[in-house]
């Protein structure tokens, strides 16, 4: 079973950024939600697990859990080698573990993003990185439905 991610919503994460008034506290802010994943195993740090498409080491590990009625939930771990990008890692973890495969196909990240402006602070590799990202949480989800 992985370690679970501290659960967070997106008015939650919303509130926070709304919050912070200059890019470097935003910066700061995304750093700090990395710094809250559950240590990462280093049996997981497999090429199987890399998110291609990343200038940094990024690892995304789905464990695909089966309810009793059924529902499958989708439990996800993550890490990267570099802060900035464990922090949008660990956002798209926070937001996203333990949900559904179809709750996690309709949530619109895309205008969670826009809403806090994300792809403003982020240079365009970071910003290419945290795209292949969500693609491969899009596709574990549309394999485990």
């Given at each position: ?8 919503t997106?008015?939650?994460?919303i ?6 008034e ?9 750093v700090e939600l ?11 740090r497999r ?7 990343c ?9 695909i ?26 956002i ?15 949530f ?8 806090l ?9 970071r ?19």
């Open positions: 079973m992985l370690n679970e991610p501290p659960a967070l997106p008015e939650e994460l509130d926070d950024f709304e919050f912070m200059t890019k470097e506290e935003r910066l700061k802010l995304i990395g710094r809250e994943l559950p240590e990462f195993p280093e049996e997981l090429d199987e697990f890399k998110v291609q498409g200038q940094s080491q990024v690892w995304l590990v789905p464990q859990v089966e309810e009793e009625d059924g529902t499958k939930r989708i439990l996800f771990q993550a890490d990267s080698d570099a802060h900035i990008v464990k922090g949008l890692v660990g798209l973890v926070m937001l996203l573990s333990g949900k559904t495969p179809q709750e996690i196909l309709d619109d990240l895309r205008g969670l993003f826009d809403r402006k994300l792809e403003k602070h982020l240079v365009p590799a910003s290419n990185g945290l795209h292949s990202m969500v693609r491969r949480i899009g596709d574990i989800a549309a394999h485990a439905q």
